[in-house]
């Protein structure tokens, strides 16, 4: 069982930044491409930014400048470090990862999984 857990979302003024994490768990033998989207009240899932276990990043173009994704490969884990926060921010933020799990002694799958979620709310 393989689970992404997102942490550090929540209630910040315009202006502020915030940093998310999120952890994956479980029986991961690999995370390959990681990445972060968002949803937005009434709007579909946009993607942020995508990283590799290479840490080589990518950004969506309405994206550079205020938000860099990062990695910890050791500890499973992308962070999403957000700054200058306005309230169109406002979002359930989602992380994303292509990870393989080990079936057998030679055996390997390859899957994507998506985190539950953790919600930011940008206003004074």
């Known amino acids: 069982q393989v689970q992404l857990v997102e942490s550090g979302g929540g209630l910040v003024q315009p202006g502020e930044s915030l940093r998310l994490s999120c952890a994956g768990s479980?029986?991961?033998?690999?995370?390959?491409?990681m990445a972060w989207y968002r949803q937005r009240p009434g709007k579909q899932r946009e993607l942020i930014a995508t990283?590799?276990?290479?840490?080589?990043?990518n950004y969506a173009s309405s994206m550079k400048g205020r938000f860099t994704i990062s990695r910890d490969v050791a500890k499973n884990t992308v962070y999403l470090q957000m700054a200058s926060l306005k309230p169109e921010d406002t979002a359930v933020y989602y992380c994303?990862?292509?990870?393989?799990?080990?079936?057998?002694?030679?055996?390997?799958?390859?899957?994507?999984?998506w985190g539950q979620g953790t919600q930011v709310i940008v206003s004074s």
């Open positions: 994303n990862a292509d990870i393989s799990t080990r079936l057998s002694v030679d055996s390997y799958s390859r899957n994507n999984y």
């Open positions: 479980g029986s991961i033998f690999a995370i390959h491409d």
């Open positions: 990283i590799t276990r290479g840490r080589s990043t």
